[in-house]
């Protein structure tokens, strides 16, 4: 034993050579010392740890070094945070630095050892290191490697690149040695197949054989399932099925099942099949009918075979006898004559005199006018004037205005009514209704006795009805058109003039009287006029009456009727002979003819049809509630006022004169007025609304009519019947409370066959009528419907009434 090692044992208690630093220490400067205690406990550590290594406590220290290789972060989260996370580093760096200085123990002993010969002691003898010290640190060393070594990030992100190129390059290998093989395998296949060929059907026969000799083998109990290929190759059965299916096209298909319930198309291939066939060009040219022979279609001569007709047409004429010939003859003459027969029936109708029409001419002629009816016993429409077996008188009188046809509704409800039976007219605006109930009415009157200073006491003969003041008016100057030049007289009987006026004009008696149902019900409740020989009723657009609440009016005025002449309600009502005939032979009395005209017939008036007429006739042009198709619908979404006025001085200024606009309110219908008479583009503006007297009213239209003014600004006054020539455009600044409203307003323009304009502004406020106005537009060829509209939730369905007024207070 050296002194050195003599040292090392001299702490009691402590480690070897512990005790060894301490006395160095004491001799030392208090840093010097600080540092050898650091150093000294690394050492007692290491010490430990060599110890622990050697008693099994290795595997502690495994585990703990384990988790510094997982890059610190277990021990990061055992400690919970990242100042944990650098002490651990810091302890791993400092063990490392530890594990260094371990290695190189016995440098360190050699340090101590001079640091021990440089010390006062005696100089000691530098002694080579014993064999067991030096197997004792050789096991050191071994264990120092042993220990697991801390790798920074780099370190292991090379290590794995390494690996992964090693990892690589072996796969790569075996790529290639693949490759090889079917390189190798594909040449022997090639060959194999050329041998085949050259042996043609014997090597199948062989082929065919071998694999029979396989069956044959199988069945014999030889369990065996392969058999060797031509090359000696042993085939699997599953392969040679493969095999067999590829060449000889033995593939069974599925076939393709179609479920009962299955709604969806099913093809015929199913979806991994290859059905690009179709693009290959071999099937681009399908096979067609080929020229052949000498240059004639399928080889036919065409002169031979003329030649060959020729002969045989010479065979028959002079092979046939007279009478034979005479037979022909006659045989064509009679199959020229049907054909002659059958293209004359079916000539159009307007070449035929009446007299020939068929059924099917009366049917193409209703197509054609889009005349439908319902009723019974419906006689023919008229197709000319001349034909509609009118008094020449009033004939005279239509020529004269200048109708020179009938419109639709005119050429189905004018023969009705001169039958005398009950009608509801429906057609679109401006389609002509008036006359279609003036003229069987003035037919009428004409057959009845001249009224007389004995019987114009009775009343008028004919009474007609009117929503407004307005159409009244406009009602009574048609009515003069034709009344004047007959003899007979016409009052009107309207609010807003003194019923005394009214009165007066009556003195003479009046034929016809056309009213307003609250001025007339004044009327026949002051006993200003009486009903006593009224047979001819018609309540113009009765569908607005019953909507401005004139319902009890009406029926007031329709029960002050005589009942004694009322058809019965029975098929007799339906029979023209019986309706035309007088009830009373002396008097000339006739039933009461009761009629209702519109463009529109919602439910409500059914009401009072049910009530007051008799087996009516119902005449429909086109549909029922249908805009005029001459009138080009646009809707524009828009609810700020201001823009709304703004667009429509642009339309002003883009459309002529005369042009309507509708509004809600009374008091819009004069700020609009205002708007545009102060707008300086050369417009005049004058309003029409409830508001306004009668005679304001009646000169506002008048101004329009005439050119005086080139806006109308109106509610729904101005709405029904006011027929204004030419108007171009009508803008709905409000959008109707209803679509019949709607309809009515827009049917201004478009009138009598002639084109229009009519702009809509649809607020988000108008969401009531939405539904109905999308249908509308729907139907209309002309219309165009904005997306905002089509797509909005209120169009989808159908709301409830919404804005349907009752009564007239606002306009
Ligand atoms: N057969 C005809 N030939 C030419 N013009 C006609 C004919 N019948 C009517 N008219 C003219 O057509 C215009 C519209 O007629 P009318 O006012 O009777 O239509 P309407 O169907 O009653 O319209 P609305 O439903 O708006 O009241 C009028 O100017 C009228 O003179």
New binding site residues.
């Given amino acids: 034993m050296s002194g050195r090692q003599s040292d090392y044992r001299r702490g009691p208690g402590g480690p070897p050579g512990g005790g060894g630093y301490r006395d160095r220490s004491r001799s030392r400067s208090p840093d010097r010392n600080r540092r050898d205690t650091g150093r000294y406990r690394g050492n007692d550590r290491d010490y430990r740890d060599s110890r622990d290594g050697r008693d099994g406590g290795r595997d502690s220290r495994d585990s703990r070094d384990s988790r510094d290789y997982r890059g610190g972060r277990d021990s990061r989260d055992d400690r919970g945070g990242r100042d944990s996370y650098r002490d651990s580093r810091y302890s791993r760096d400092d063990r490392a630095g530890d594990r260094s200085e371990s290695s190189s123990k016995l440098d360190g002993h050699q340090d101590t050892a001079m640091d021990v010969d440089q010390s006062p002691a005696p100089a000691a003898r530098k002694v080579p290191i014993s064999i067991e010290e030096l197997i004792k640190q050789k096991e050191q060393e071994k264990l120092a490697l042993e220990k697991p070594k801390f790798l920074t990030k780099e370190q292991r992100a090379e290590i794995a690149m390494e690996k992964r190129a090693k990892e690589v390059e072996a796969q790569r290998k075996i790529q290639e040695q693949e490759r090889q093989q079917r390189a190798e395998f594909d040449a022997k296949a090639r060959q194999e197949i050329h041998d085949n060929n050259r042996y043609g059907y014997d090597s199948r026969i062989n082929a065919r054989d071998r694999m029979d000799r396989a069956k044959a083998g199988r069945s014999n109990g030889d369990s065996r399932e392969e058999s060797k290929g031509p090359s000696g190759i042993v085939l699997a059965e599953k392969e040679i099925e493969a095999v067999k299916k590829h060449y000889m096209g033995l593939e069974d298909k599925e076939r393709k099942v179609r479920k009962r319930n299955d709604k969806k198309f099913v093809f015929d291939w199913n979806a991994d099949d290859d059905t690009s066939r179709d693009l290959n060009p071999i099937y681009s040219h399908r096979h067609s009918a080929q020229l052949f022979g000498r240059g004639h279609f399928a080889g036919i001569d065409l002169k031979d075979h003329k030649s060959r007709d020729q002969f045989y047409d010479k065979l028959l004429t002079t092979r046939r006898s007279d009478a034979e010939v005479a037979r022909a003859g006659e045989l064509g003459d009679i199959a020229a004559r049907k054909e002659r027969k059958i293209n004359y029936a079916d000539r159009h109708w307007s070449d035929k005199p009446l007299d020939q029409m068929r059924e099917r001419d009366w049917r193409i002629f209703k197509e054609d006018f889009s005349i439908s009816c319902k009723g019974g016993s419906i006689p023919n429409p008229i197709r000319y004037w001349s034909e509609s077996g009118l008094d020449p008188k009033v004939l005279a009188v239509?020529a004269k205005?200048?109708?020179?046809?009938?419109?639709a509704?005119?050429r189905q409800a004018i023969p009705i009514g001169l039958q005398n039976r009950d009608i509801i007219g429906i057609?679109?605006?401006?389609?002509?209704?008036?006359?279609?109930f003036l003229i069987p009415m003035l037919q009428f009157i004409s057959e009845l006795p001249k009224l007389n200073e004995q019987n114009m006491v009775h009343g008028p003969y004919a009474l007609i009805l009117a929503p407004t003041r307005e159409?009244a008016q406009?009602i009574e100057q048609?009515t003069l058109k034709f009344a004047v030049p007959l003899g007979y007289n016409c009052v009107s009987i309207v609010g807003g003039h003194a019923v005394e006026e009214q009165a007066f004009n009556m003195r003479n008696g009046a034929e016809i009287i056309i009213a307003t149902p609250g001025r007339l019900k004044d009327c026949l409740e002051r006993r200003i006029l009486v009903l006593n020989q009224c047979t001819y009723v018609v309540m113009?657009?009765a569908d607005r009456m019953i909507d401005m609440g004139f319902e009890t009016d009406v029926n007031f005025i329709l029960d002050a009727l005589p009942v004694s002449n009322l058809k019965p309600d029975s098929d007799e009502a339906e029979d023209a002979s019986k309706m035309t005939m007088a009830i009373d032979e002396e008097s000339g009395k006739k039933y009461r003819q009761t009629t209702m005209?519109?463009?529109t017939m919602p439910a409500a008036v059914e009401r009072l049809a049910k009530r007051y007429l008799r087996r009516p006739a119902v005449v429909t042009i086109g549909t029922a509630g249908q805009a005029v198709e001459t009138v080009h619908q646009k809707v524009e979404m828009i609810t700020d006022e201001n823009k709304k006025k703004n667009k429509m001085m642009e339309l002003l200024k883009e459309f002529a004169a005369p042009i309507i606009v509708f509004v809600n309110q009374k008091k819009s219908c004069d700020m609009l007025a205002k708007l545009i008479n102060s707008s300086g583009g050369g417009l005049k503006a004058t309003t029409l609304h409830g508001g306004k007297s009668q005679e304001q009213r009646e000169l506002a239209l008048s101004q329009l009519k005439s050119g005086a003014s080139q806006v109308l600004v109106a509610t729904d006054v101005a709405g029904?019947?006011?027929?204004v020539?030419n108007v171009s455009l009508v803008i709905n600044f409000d959008m109707a409370k209803n679509i019949e409203d709607y309809t009515?307003r827009i049917?201004?323009t478009g009138?009598?066959?002639k084109s229009g304009v009519a702009v809509t502004f649809l607020s988000t406020y108008d969401t009531d009528v939405y539904y109905d106005l999308k249908q509308l537009l729907t139907k209309s060829a002309l219309a165009t419907i904005p997306n905002e509209l089509k797509n909005h939730e209120a169009a989808m369905t159908k709301g409830g009434i919404g804005g349907r007024r009752r009564g007239n207070d606002e306009f």
């Fill in positions: 239509i205005v200048g109708y020179k046809d009938p419109s509704i005119q057609a679109e605006t401006g389609s002509g209704k008036t006359a279609s159409l406009q048609e113009d657009e005209f519109s463009a029904r019947g006011i027929d020539q009515h049917g201004r009138r009598a066959g």
